[in-house]
């Protein structure tokens, strides 16, 4: 495979967001006077975002009247904690200067907010060629949209990027884009066949074979 471009999801792909996730939920759940959940309970949902993490610590969905009160308290409690306990995973650090070497564009494509994506990658000091968030387009993953733009951002070919991710969504999205995708087994997510990934991989370190 002849590639010259990296793009990354950004939960439980690049940084290991769920402890303070799981830390925001479990702060608005004690002001809340609930019991907190445990983390492996929590960390599963990550991947689908805030609301889902309020529809599991408060038992209920959207049209409760107090749903949206909750998700945005949710969501004050985490900017404010954003980097409390996040770092990236394990061998990501050297992977990124290992792309950099090569001479490859490296970027993000993900579903969580501009906002909150840009004041994470600031506190981490993390500078990607492209950042591409779910609030930039009028969709986002699982469409094609995101990965076609960041493309677009960098004036590369899909066929020459690869996109590493730990959701089927994440699979889907490239596949539809017409990017190889690369599962991670180290992620949020239990990586199932019926993502239609193209590769697997179990650590940061395997990821190196597409760059080297």
């Known amino acids: 495979?002849?590639?010259n471009t990296i793009l990354f999801d950004l939960d439980?792909?690049?940084?290991?967001?769920?402890?303070?996730?799981?830390?925001?939920?479990?702060?608005l759940l004690s002001e809340n006077s609930l019991e907190k959940k445990l983390y492996n309970d929590i960390k599963p949902l990550v991947s689908?975002?805030?609301?889902?993490?309020?529809?599991m610590g408060f038992d209920c969905d959207e049209a409760h009247p107090e749903f949206s009160k909750r998700h945005q308290r949710l969501l004050e409690i985490y900017t404010d904690n954003i980097d409390k306990h996040s770092v990236t995973f394990p061998g990501i650090d050297a992977l990124i200067m290992l792309i950099k070497k090569r001479g490859l564009f490296w970027g993000i494509v993900t579903n969580k907010p501009e906002n909150l994506t840009q004041?994470?990658?600031?506190?981490?000091?993390?500078?990607?060629d492209v950042v591409v968030c779910g609030n930039t387009l009028k969709h986002n993953k699982p469409h094609p949209a995101p990965l076609l733009y960041a493309c677009a951002q960098l004036a590369v070919k899909p066929k020459s990027c690869l996109f590493i991710g730990d959701d089927k969504n994440d699979m889907i999205a490239g596949k539809n884009a017409g990017i190889k995708t690369v599962a991670v087994a180290y992620g949020y997510g239990k990586v199932e066949q019926d993502w239609g990934y193209d590769f697997l991989v179990n650590t940061v370190k395997?990821?190196?074979k597409w760059i080297l």
């Open 1 to 3: 495979m002849d590639i």
């Open 12 to 27: 439980g792909t690049l940084i290991d967001t769920a402890p303070d996730l799981a830390y925001a939920l479990n702060i």
């Open 48 to 55: 689908f975002g805030g609301k889902a993490l309020v529809s």
């Open 119 to 128: 004041l994470l990658l600031n506190k981490l000091d993390i500078k990607p």
């Open 206 to 208: 395997e990821l190196e």
